[in-house]
C-alpha cells in the first residue's frame, strides 16, 4: 500500500517535473470564496479573532465575523491566521537568478541615467525563485533594476503569471534613483566621490531639462530619457531615491524637491533616523533595506538595525520594509524582517504592516492591495501560524485576486523527491 | 670663490681627519690629523646613566681616549670650552632603510601584471636562489650600502651618529649593516657590516602569490627555517641554494622582525619560542592595548614614535565614522612608551622617517616616560641589541667618538643640538654662541653716555634695547649679531618718526662692545659699552593682559591643566567600542526556575535550576541551594547551551591563503583577531564557540582555530586548549577558480576532475613522505604540509570540507575511503540531502546553511530542507554561518530546520548546539546541560527558535560575557567616552586637527566571497581589503 502511495507520488512528481519546475499559474477566480473561522490580520494594526472573509471575482467583498457563506466555496481556515499578501518593494527577482552567473542577471544597464529601461520587460516569469517567495507569504515584488545614478523604470508584479503581460500588477510605476554621494564607501574605507561635481551638474541637467521637457505635450524630437521621466512631474512616477549617509538624504530629497519630483520615496532608509525631522517635514517615506544586518559602526548598538522600524514609526515616519535588492532567493525571509521588528518595540500587528498596507502606501497601490479590507483585490495568505515567526510560518492557502496559488516550487518538489527515497529505504 | 674655497677645504678636512694607514691612494700630501681635541667644562652623559658635570672628554684618531671630571687637557689637543653646554652619546636608530636602494614596487593596481602574476608559482629571480621571491636571505646590506649625503645630513640633525640600515624589502630580508652617519669613503663608515637579519610580514616587490594572507606568510617562514636546517644537514648535497646558504651563515646575528601591530608581535614571539630563536621586534606603538601580553614575550622592541593627528570631528555625522578605538588612540598612543618602562619592556627607538620624532618623544616623557628610560632606548639600548655596547652609546675610553653637543638638557624645552660629532668628526648644525652677552651695558655714543644698552633673548641671537636716562620706556633698538660682529640701529628721539637712525656697526668682546657709526645727523661717532650687571627680571605680562578678563582666564588656567590630566581615558579589553576595562571573571550562579533546554535524554525541563561551579555546571534539579553563588532569576526565560558555530571567519586577521592549490602548511591560530567587535555582536546572540575557518579558495586551505568568545583575551587566550585539529578542504567552483572569468586560468585544478587528483596526488605523497620520516636521516626534509596531510591520514587532523554538488561530495568520501579515513565534516554541503545515505553510512557530518541558494551555479538545487533530509538519513547535522551578521541569528536559522522539513524543536536546537559541538569533538565539554559540563550557556527571553527571542545572558566558563543590561550601559558609556573625546579634540586643534575622517568599517569575512571586483583584490593579496562589507553592498554570497 504505501509502496503504491510511494510510486504514485513519484509518478505525479515527474510529471510536475516536466513543468520545468515551475508551478502552473492559477485560473482566474470562477466562483466566490469564503475563508471561515480565522484569525483576520488586517494590516492597518488591527485584528480580528474567529473571523471570515469573502471574495469574488479576485475583490474582496466582505470581513468580519459574519460573513454570508452563499454560493461560495468555503474553506475552513479555524485557528489559522490570515493575511493579506505580503508586498516586497525593491527586489532584482525575475531579473537575477543566479548571482555568480553572469548570463542570467538582467539588472544592471550600460549607462548612468537609464529612466527609460524598464524592468517589467525582462522580467521572467519562468525564474525558479519566484514560487520559493510565495511559499513564505509574498505575493507582490517592486521589480527593480540596480545601477548608477538612474537604474530604471520598476514596476509592480504579482508572483503568478504565464508571462510579464499578465504578471504585471502596476507598470512603469517608478524610477529608482541612487542619489550621487559625496562619498562612497568601499574597501573598508570610505572615500571621497572624486567626480561629486561633476556628476552632480549631470544629474541638475538632467532633472532641468527633463522638467522642462515634460511642459510640451508633443515633442518635436522626441527624447526617450526624458519621456521616461514626465510622469515624476506629474505625480504618476515615484522616485525611490537611494541614499546611504545621512547628508546624502537630506540633499538628494532636496534636489528632487526643487526640480519638482511630486512623488518622493527614500529607498533606503539606513541613516534615516539621523534626519527623522527633515523627512517628516518633507512627507518622506521610507524603506529599510533588509534588518538582518550588522550596524555600520563598530560603536553602534548591535540590534541598532533591528529597532529601527520602531524608532522611525516613533519618528513619526511612514516605513515599509524591503529585503536586499540584489538576493531574490533570500527574500523569502521578509516576514522574519517584520518579526524582527516586532522583537524589537514594535507590535505585532505593526510590523505586519510594514510588510503590508505600509509597503503598500509607499508604492503608491494601498488603494488595491495592503489589508483585506472591503473593495481591495484578493490577494490573501493563510498561514498556521505566525507569518512573522519561522515556527509558525507555514502558508498552507494563498490568493493572487483572488486566484488560488499552487503552492508548489521548486524545493519542496526536491524535498518530496529526495524524502520519498529515504522513506522508502527506512521501510 | 670663497665658497668654493671653504667647500675644498671641507673637503680636505674629511678626507685627512682619518687613520694613519688606509688602502686608497692619497692625492697631494699626506695630511694626516688626529682630530685630537678637549671638550672642556661640559655636563657630560657618558652613559644614560651617569651624569658628569664640569667634566673632560678627550678624543683622538676618532675614538674616545679619556672623559671625566678632572681629566687634564693633553698636550697637542685642540681644547674646546664647552661651559654650560651639554655632551651626550648621540643617538643610534636600528631600524632604517638609510643609503639603501628603494625596492622596486609596483605603482597602484595594475591588471596586466596582475594578470601575469596570478599564476607565477615560482619566483621570478634568476640564480640558484630560493623558490619564493619574498625568501631574500642572500640580500647583503654592506654590499648596497654607499653613502647618502643628504640623508646622513638629516640624520645627522636629529641627533643621531650610526644607524642600523638594511633593504626594507620582502618577508625574510637579509642582512643589516652598522653604519655611521659621517660623510667619508663608505670604507670607513662600516662599522659592523653584516650585523642583523631581518624579518617583515610584507611581501614587498614579490610578484608571486604566495603568500597573500598573513597566515600564509607565517607557515612559509617556518617552513624555510625548517628548509634551512635541512639544508645545512645534508640537503645542500640534493641542490644548491643560495638563499639558505645565506640564511645559515647569519642566522646567529640579532634578528629583527617587523610587526605592524601588537598582534603581529605576538605572533613573531610565537614562532620565535617555537625555533628557539630571538627575535628583536620593531613594533608600531600599540603595544599599550596589551602591555601583559606584550611583556610575556621577553623580547626587546625597537619602537617608533608615531601619534596619530586628531580627526576633523566639527561636523557630528562625519564625526561618527571615527571608531572610538580610533579616537582612544589618538589620545594613549602618547603614554605607550610610558606603559612599557612600566611593565619593564626593553626598547630602543627609532626615527625613521619621522620628523616628528623629537616633539613626540618629549610628548611621550610629559606623559610618564622617564628621561633616563628615554636616554638608555636612544643610546645604550640599540648599542646592546646590536653586541656593540662597547663601542657605542655611550662615552667611555676606546669608544667611539659619537657624541652631541647641546645647550641643555636634551629632553627639555627648546633645546638646540648645536654639534653632532660622528666617528671624530665635526658636523656643525648650529653655530655655537662663544659668547653670552647678556646683560646691562653703559653705553656711550660719540660724548653722550648715560645710555644703558640691554642685550637679551638667547646666546647667540641676543636681543637689544637702549634706556635713555630720564626715560621710563625702552628705546627700540634693531640689532645683529654675526658672530662677534653686531650691527645696531635706533631712533633716540621718539617723537621723530621718519627721521634719519643712529647706525652702529661694532664687536664684541668678553663684557663689551666697541665701534663706529654715524648718528641722527650723519656724523660719524665712536661708540663704546660696558658690562654693568644682569638684566632687570622682565616686566610681568599677565597681569597686564589679565586684568579685563581675570576671573575667566585664571579659572581657564588653573582648571584645565590638573584636569586633562586625570581625564586620560582607560585602556579597554579589547581595544575597540563595547571593550571592557576588566575581564569577565567565571562567578558561581544559579540559575532558578528556567525552561532549561538539557539536548540531553531529560529534554527540556520546565522551571528548572542549574547551578554553576567553577566555569563548570555542577547541577540541575529542582529548587537547588545556591549556597554561595549569585542567584539568577530565569521565571519566564529559556535556557539552552551556548550556540556553536562549526563554520566562521570572524575574528580573523587574513582568511584566505589560496594561491597555491594545498595550502595545508597555514594555522589559523596564528591569525586570531581577538578585537574584532563581531565577538561581542555575536555573544549578543549567544555563540560561545566558533569553529574560524580557512577559506575555500583552494583544494586544501589551512588548519582551523577553534575558540570560545571570550571577549577581552587575548588571541592565545581565545583558543579551546586541547581541541583536536581540523583543516579547511573545499571543491567545486571556488577551487577550480571558475568565478574569475579569463583570468587564473593556469592554476590545476580548473575541473572538478583535477580536484580529486589534487587529493589522491596529496594523500599519496602523504604516503610516501611517512615513509621517508620513518626511515629518517639527513635527506629527510620536514615538510608542513606533508606533516598536515599526514595527520589527516593518520585520523590526528579532522577534514570540515566546503562542498555542494553530490558528485564531488561523493568523490571525496571514495577518496578518504581509498587512504582509510573519513571526512569529518561536509560544510555547507547544499547537496548533502542528495546523498545523504551514502554520508551517514560514510560517517560523515554536515553542516549546512539553513536556507541559501541560488547564489552561484553550484548551488541552484540547494534547498532549505537540507538539514531535515540529513538529520532524518542519520547525519549529525549543523546548521553554521560562515556569515557575521547571521552568526549571532542562529537560533533563527536553526528555527528554519522546523518550518522545512518538521525537525522536533529540540532536535533543531541540537543543529547550532550539541551537533556542531560533535563535529568539533568537543560533545565531552560543551553542547548540553550536563553536570560536569563547561558552564557555556545562554538565557533567552523566549523560547530560543522564535524570532522574537532575544539573549539576556551569555555565558562561558562560568563567566557573563554578555548581558542585556550592561550592554545598554556600554552603550552609554561609549557614547560618554566619544563625546569626551570629541571635546577634547575640538579644544585641541580648535578645528581638529588635520586629519579627514576615515571610517573603517568591519572586515567581515566569508569563505568565498570572491563576487565581482573583489576578486582581483583577493588574488593581489590585499586579504584586509577584499573582505570589507559595506552596508551598501550585497554581502551574503558564499
Redesign the interface.
Known amino acids: 500500500m504505501i509502496k503504491k502511495i510511494t510510486f504514485i507520488w513519484a509518478l505525479l512528481l515527474l510529471a510536475w517535473q516536466a513543468q520545468a519546475q515551475i508551478p502552473t499559474p492559477a485560473k482566474p477566480q470562477s466562483a466566490p470564496i469564503v475563508l471561515q473561522g480565522g484569525i483576520i490580520h488586517v494590516g492597518n494594526g488591527q485584528i480580528i479573532n474567529n473571523a471570515s472573509i469573502r471574495f469574488e471575482k479576485g475583490i474582496i467583498t466582505e470581513v468580519g465575523t459574519s460573513v454570508n457563506t452563499s454560493g461560495a466555496r468555503v474553506i475552513n481556515v479555524q485557528g489559522k491566521h490570515v493575511y493579506p499578501g505580503l508586498i516586497l518593494p525593491d527586489n532584482n527577482l525575475g531579473l537575477h537568478?543566479?548571482?555568480?552567473?553572469r548570463s542570467t542577471l538582467d539588472v544592471r544597464e550600460q549607462g548612468l541615467f537609464n529612466p527609460e529601461v524598464r524592468s517589467v520587460v525582462a522580467y521572467n516569469t519562468d525564474s525558479?525563485?519566484i514560487a520559493t517567495l510565495r511559499s513564505n507569504g509574498i505575493m507582490l515584488v517592486q521589480v527593480v533594476a540596480n545601477g548608477r545614478f538612474i537604474a530604471g523604470t520598476s514596476s509592480i508584479m504579482e508572483l503568478d503569471g504565464w508571462n510579464w503581460e499578465d504578471a504585471v500588477h502596476t507598470m512603469d510605476e517608478g524610477i529608482q534613483m541612487q542619489w550621487i554621494p559625496r562619498m562612497y564607501?568601499?574597501?573598508?574605507?570610505?572615500v571621497p566621490n572624486r567626480r561629486f561635481k561633476q556628476q552632480r551638474r549631470e544629474a541638475e541637467n538632467m532633472f532641468r531639462q527633463a522638467s522642462a521637457y515634460a511642459k510640451i505635450d508633443k515633442p518635436a524630437k522626441i527624447n526617450l530619457k526624458f519621456e521616461a521621466m514626465r510622469g515624476l512631474f506629474d505625480g504618476s512616477k515615484t522616485l525611490y531615491l537611494y541614499a546611504?549617509?545621512?547628508?546624502d538624504i537630506v540633499e538628494g530629497v532636496t534636489f528632487a524637491k526643487k526640480h519638482g519630483v511630486k512623488r518622493i520615496v527614500l529607498a533606503?532608509g539606513?541613516e534615516a533616523l539621523?534626519v527623522a525631522d527633515f523627512l517628516k517635514e518633507h512627507n518622506i517615506p521610507v524603506i529599510l533595506q533588509r534588518l538582518?544586518?550588522?550596524p555600520?559602526?563598530?560603536?553602534t548598538?548591535?540590534?541598532h538595525p533591528y529597532r529601527l522600524p520602531y524608532l522611525l514609526k516613533k519618528a513619526g515616519l511612514t516605513v515599509g520594509l524591503s529585503y536586499?535588492?540584489?538576493?531574490?532567493?533570500?527574500a523569502?525571509?521578509l516576514p522574519?524582517q517584520a518579526?524582527?521588528a516586532?522583537?524589537y518595540g514594535l507590535n505585532k500587528e505593526e510590523a505586519l504592516q510594514l510588510v503590508t498596507l505600509n509597503n503598500a502606501k509607499i508604492l503608491g497601490i494601498d488603494k488595491k492591495v495592503g489589508s483585506l479590507e472591503k473593495g481591495k483585490q484578493a490577494t490573501i495568505v493563510v498561514s498556521k501560524g505566525d507569518l512573522?515567526?519561522?515556527?509558525g510560518?507555514?502558508v498552507e492557502h494563498a490568493f493572487i485576486q483572488g486566484k488560488q496559488l499552487d503552492l508548489l516550487d521548486?524545493?519542496?518538489y526536491?524535498?518530496k523527491l529526495?524524502?520519498s527515497?529515504?522513506d522508502a529505504?527506512k521501510k | 670663490m670663497k665658497q668654493k674655497y671653504l667647500f675644498l677645504m671641507l673637503m680636505l678636512l674629511c678626507t685627512t681627519i682619518a687613520q694613519a694607514q688606509v688602502t686608497y691612494p692619497v692625492n697631494g700630501v699626506a695630511d694626516n690629523r688626529e682630530g685630537y681635541y678637549a671638550f672642556t667644562n661640559a655636563t657630560i652623559y657618558t652613559d644614560y646613566q651617569t651624569k658628569v658635570e664640569g667634566a673632560t672628554l678627550v678624543i683622538r684618531n676618532g675614538k674616545v681616549t679619556a672623559v671625566g671630571k678632572g681629566v687634564k687637557v693633553p698636550k697637542g689637543a685642540t681644547e674646546i670650552d664647552l661651559k654650560g653646554k651639554y655632551i651626550y652619546p648621540s643617538m643610534i636608530d636600528l631600524y632604517t632603510g638609510y643609503a639603501m636602494p628603494k625596492p622596486k614596487r609596483s605603482r597602484g593596481f595594475s591588471f596586466a601584471s596582475f594578470a601575469a602574476s596570478i599564476d607565477q608559482f615560482i619566483s621570478k629571480k634568476k640564480g640558484a636562489y630560493n623558490w619564493n621571491q619574498t625568501v631574500l636571505p642572500e640580500v647583503n646590506a654592506e654590499q648596497l650600502f654607499t653613502i647618502d649625503q643628504k640623508q646622513a645630513k638629516k640624520w645627522r640633525k636629529m641627533g643621531f651618529g650610526t644607524v642600523l640600515t638594511h633593504k626594507q624589502d620582502g618577508v625574510m630580508r637579509g642582512t643589516g649593516a652598522l653604519v655611521t652617519l659621517a660623510n667619508g669613503r663608505d670604507n670607513e663608515l662600516i662599522l659592523k657590516g653584516q650585523a642583523s637579519t631581518h624579518y617583515s610580514f610584507s611581501k614587498g616587490s614579490s610578484t608571486q602569490p604566495y603568500p597573500n594572507s598573513m597566515m600564509g606568510t607565517v607557515a612559509l617562514i617556518r617552513q624555510t627555517m625548517l628548509d634551512a636546517d635541512w639544508y645545512a644537514k645534508g640537503g645542500s648535497k640534493k641542490e644548491k641554494n643560495l638563499s639558505l646558504d645565506a640564511f645559515n651563515a647569519t642566522k646567529k646575528l640579532p634578528a629583527i622582525f617587523e610587526a605592524r601591530n601588537w598582534q603581529d608581535a605576538l605572533i613573531i614571539d610565537k614562532v620565535a619560542k617555537e625555533f628557539g630563536k630571538e627575535f628583536i621586534i620593531r613594533g608600531s606603538g600599540d603595544e599599550y592595548h596589551r602591555i601583559a601580553e606584550i611583556k610575556a614575550t621577553g623580547a626587546s622592541f625597537i619602537l617608533p614614535l608615531r601619534f596619530p593627528k586628531a580627526f576633523k570631528v566639527e561636523d557630528p555625522?562625519d564625526a561618527?565614522?571615527v571608531?572610538?578605538?580610533q579616537m582612544k588612540h589618538w589620545e594613549l598612543a602618547a603614554t605607550n612608551l610610558a606603559h612599557l618602562e612600566k611593565a619593564g619592556v626593553n626598547f630602543a627607538l627609532t626615527a625613521a622617517g619621522n620628523p616628528a620624532f623629537w616633539k613626540n618623544l618629549k610628548k611621550a616623557i610629559k606623559m610618564g616616560l622617564s628621561e633616563k628610560t628615554a636616554l638608555k632606548a636612544l643610546t645604550h639600548t640599540p648599542a646592546q641589541l646590536m653586541k656593540m655596547d662597547n663601542q657605542l652609546g655611550s662615552l667611555k675610553k676606546g669608544m667611539y667618538a659619537n657624541f652631541i653637543i647641546t645647550s641643555g638638557n636634551l629632553f627639555k624645552g627648546k633645546n638646540s643640538i648645536y654639534e653632532n660629532w660622528v666617528q671624530g668628526k665635526r658636523y656643525v648644525l648650529k653655530t655655537m654662541p662663544t659668547l653670552d652677552l647678556r646683560g646691562v651695558y653703559a653705553l656711550t655714543l660719540g660724548t653722550k653716555s648715560g645710555y644703558e644698552l640691554h642685550v637679551s633673548g638667547k646666546p647667540g641671537s641676543p636681543k637689544f634695547a637702549i634706556k635713555q636716562p630720564g626715560d621710563s620706556t625702552n628705546t627700540k633698538v634693531k640689532g645683529k649679531m654675526s658672530g662677534s660682529l653686531v650691527t645696531l640701529s635706533f631712533n633716540l628721539d621718539k617723537k621723530k618718526k621718519g627721521a634719519l637712525k643712529t647706525r652702529l656697526s661694532g664687536w664684541a668682546a668678553e663684557k663689551k662692545f666697541a665701534g663706529t657709526g654715524e648718528d641722527a645727523e650723519g656724523k660719524t661717532i665712536a661708540w663704546a659699552a660696558t658690562y654693568k650687571g644682569k638684566l632687570p627680571p622682565p616686566p610681568q605680562k599677565k597681569d597686564k593682559q589679565g586684568k579685563g578678563k581675570q576671573g575667566k582666564g585664571k579659572k581657564g588656567n588653573k582648571k584645565k591643566k590638573p584636569a586633562a590630566k586625570s581625564e586620560m581615558g582607560e585602556v579597554i579589553y579589547p581595544f575597540?567600542?563595547?571593550g571592557n576595562k576588566e575581564k569577565p571573571k567565571a562567578e558561581d550562579m544559579l540559575i532558578k526556575n528556567a525552561t532549561v533546554w538539557t539536548n540531553e535524554k531529560d529534554g527540556i525541563l520546565e522551571n528548572t535550576d542549574v547551578l554553576i561551579k567553577n566555569g563548570k555546571i555542577a547541577k540541575i534539579g529542582k529548587n537547588l541551594s545556591a549556597g554561595g553563588a549569585k542567584v539568577v532569576d530565569g521565571k519566564g526565560k529559556h535556557l539552552t547551551p551556548g550556540i556553536v558555530d562549526e563554520h566562521s571567519h570572524i575574528a580573523l586577521r587574513s582568511v584566505n591563503e589560496g594561491s597555491q592549490s594545498n595550502s595545508a602548511e597555514v594555522r589559523m591560530e596564528d591569525v586570531v583577531d581577538s578585537e574584532d567587535?563581531?565577538i561581542?555582536?555575536q555573544l549578543?546572540g549567544g555563540v560561545t564557540a566558533a569553529q574560524l575557518l580557512h577559506g575555500s579558495a583552494n583544494p586544501v586551505g589551512g588548519q582551523s582555530a577553534l575558540i570560545k568568545l571570550k571577549w577581552g583575551e587575548a588571541p592565545e587566550k581565545l583558543l579551546i586548549p586541547n581541541a583536536d585539529g581540523y583543516i579547511k578542504f573545499a571543491l567545486g567552483?571556488n577551487v577550480k577558480r571558475s568565478?574569475y572569468g579569463f583570468l587564473a586560468r593556469g592554476r590545476y585544478p580548473q575541473t572538478r576532475m583535477g580536484v580529486e587528483q589534487v587529493f589522491v596526488d596529496a594523500f599519496t605523497r602523504a604516503k610516501e613522505y611517512k615513509a621517508a620520516k620513518a626511515k629518517g636521516g639527513a635527506s629527510f626534509r620536514k615538510d608542513l604540509e606533508l606533516e598536515a596531510m599526514l595527520e589527516v591520514m593518520e585520523k590526528k587532523r579532522f577534514v570540515s570540507c566546503h562542498s555542494y554538488v553530490q558528485s564531488e561530495i561523493n568523490m571525496l568520501m571514495k577518496v578518504a575511503e581509498r587512504f582509510n579515513f573519513r571526512i569529518n565534516t561536509f560544510t555547507h554541503i547544499l547537496e548533502g540531502?542528495?546523498v545523504?545515505?551514502k554520508m551517514a553510512k560514510h560517517g560523515a557530518g554536515g553542516s549546512t546553511f539553513s536556507?541559501?541558494?541560488?547564489?552561484?551555479?553550484e548551488v541552484?538545487?540547494a534547498?532549505?530542507?537540507n538539514a531535515?533530509?540529513m538529520h532524518?538519513?542519520g547525519v549529525v547535522v549543523a546548521i553554521n554561518s560562515d556569515d557575521?551578521?547571521?552568526a549571532?541569528?542562529l537560533n533563527?536559522e536553526a528555527?528554519?530546520a522546523?518550518?522545512?522539513?518538521g525537525v522536533p524543536?529540540e532536535e533543531a536546537l541540537k543543529m547550532v548546539t550539541l551537533n556542531a559541538a560533535k563535529l568539533l569533538h568537543l560533545d565531552k565539554r560543551i553542547g548540553s546541560i550536563k553536570a560536569g559540563k563547561d558552564a557555556d550557556l545562554v538565557l533567552w527571553t523566549a523560547?530560543p527558535?522564535?524570532?522574537?527571542?532575544?539573549a539576556d545572558k551569555t555565558i562561558i566558563e562560568g563567566a557573563v560575557y554578555y548581558d542585556a543590561k550592561q550592554?545598554e550601559q556600554k552603550?552609554a558609556e561609549?557614547k560618554k567616552e566619544?563625546t569626551r573625546l570629541i571635546k577634547k579634540m575640538m579644544s585641541k586643534g580648535g578645528k581638529g586637527g588635520g586629519k579627514r575622517p576615515?571610517?573603517?568599517?568591519?572586515?567581515?569575512l566569508h569563505c568565498d566571497d570572491l563576487?565581482g571586483e573583489r576578486i582581483l583584490?583577493h588574488l593581489s593579496g590585499d586579504q584586509?581589503?577584499?573582505h570589507?562589507e559595506?552596508?551598501?553592498?550585497?554581502n551574503?554570497?558564499r
Do not use: C
Not at chain 1, 555600520?296 to 560603536?299: A, E, K, R, V
Not at chain 2, 527558535?945 to 532575544?950: C, E, F, H, N, V
Open positions: 537568478e543566479i548571482g555568480a552567473v525558479e525563485v564607501s568601499g574597501r573598508g574605507r570610505t546611504n549617509f545621512a547628508k533606503d539606513t539621523k538582518h544586518r550588522l555600520m559602526y563598530t560603536g548598538g548591535v540590534d536586499d535588492s540584489s538576493e531574490p532567493m533570500g523569502r525571509n522574519f518579526g524582527t516586532a522583537a512573522l515567526d519561522m515556527l510560518n507555514k521548486k524545493h519542496k526536491l524535498y529526495f524524502k527515497k529515504y529505504k | 555625522l561618527e565614522m571608531s572610538l578605538a575597540v567600542a563595547f567587535i563581531n561581542y555582536r549578543s567552483e568565478r540531502y542528495k545523504a545515505d536556507d541559501w541558494w541560488a547564489y552561484k551555479y541552484k538545487d534547498i532549505p530542507y531535515a533530509l532524518q538519513a557575521a551578521e547571521m549571532r541569528r533563527q528555527a528554519k522546523v518550518k522545512y522539513g524543536q523560547n527558535l522564535s524570532i522574537y527571542a532575544k550592554d552603550r561609549v566619544r576615515i571610517m573603517r568599517r568591519q572586515r567581515l563576487g583584490w584586509d581589503k577584499v570589507t559595506q552596508a551598501t553592498e550585497h551574503h554570497k
